[in-house]
T-cell receptor
């Protein structure tokens, strides 16, 4: 079975401070990890994928297989980063995405 | 450039009614999915389809069924709506393999009274 854990339901960070949203997963095979974001009154959208090793809107995430983690990081928070963030996992060859329970990030001006 | 369209943004239905939620995508994606989104529970997969007329149960299929007669359209059916099915319903689609991620619709907020 595949499982995603986001331990923080709410996270508040001051503008300009570093941000880290935690994500841990459980999967016996080789996972594919994603971060999705939902801004207020907008649809859920893909933020980044671990396989592409990209940085989107200043966010990065590194897959740590030893710690089974895929934490999302940004060095300097901006007010427009306030949103709901979901970590998600799919197994190799598995079409289904399993989502975590989400973290609501609030950036304090 | 809306790519995944859900027919209704808000719906209010009575207990016991049969409810249809429609989703259409214009990206020629093979896979389509229905999730429900509840506070504190995240997104939970109800059903998905990887081809026309093909479907597989997700994690919470009880009380739901689906229909996919055309590649671009995926319908979620609540056979007899109950109050515990009050939720936000999200449709999504993806290419085979899913590695490029899902594209989501804007959601249908269903209230069952």
């Amino acid at each position: 079975a595949q499982r995603v854990t986001q331990p923080e339901k709410l996270l508040s960070v001051f503008k300009g401070a570093p941000v880290e949203l935690k994500c841990n997963y459980s999967y016996s095979g080789s996972p594919e990890l994603f971060w999705y974001v939902q801004y207020s009154r907008q649809r859920l959208q893909l933020l980044l994928r671990h396989i592409s090793r990209e940085s989107i809107k200043g966010f990065t995430a590194d897959l740590n297989k030893g710690e089974t983690s895929f934490h999302l990081k940004k060095p300097f928070a901006q007010e427009e980063d306030s949103a709901m963030y979901y970590c998600a996992l799919s197994g190799f060859g598995n079409e289904k995405l399993t989502f975590g329970t989400g973290t609501r990030l609030t950036i304090i001006p | 450039d809306v790519k995944v369209t859900q027919s209704s943004r808000y719906l209010v239905k009575r207990t016991g009614e049969k409810v249809f939620l429609e989703c259409v995508q214009d990206m020629d994606h093979e896979n389509m999915f229905w999730y429900r989104q509840d506070p504190g529970l995240g997104l939970r997969l109800i059903y998905f389809s990887y081809d026309v007329k093909m479907k597989e149960k997700g994690d919470i299929p009880e009380g739901y069924s689906v229909s996919r007669e055309k590649k671009e359209r995926f319908s979620l059916i609540l056979e007899s709506a109950s109050t515990n099915q009050t939720s936000m319903y999200l449709c999504a689609s993806s290419f085979v393999g899913g590695k490029y991620g899902y594209t989501f619709g804007s959601g249908t907020r269903l209230t069952v009274v």
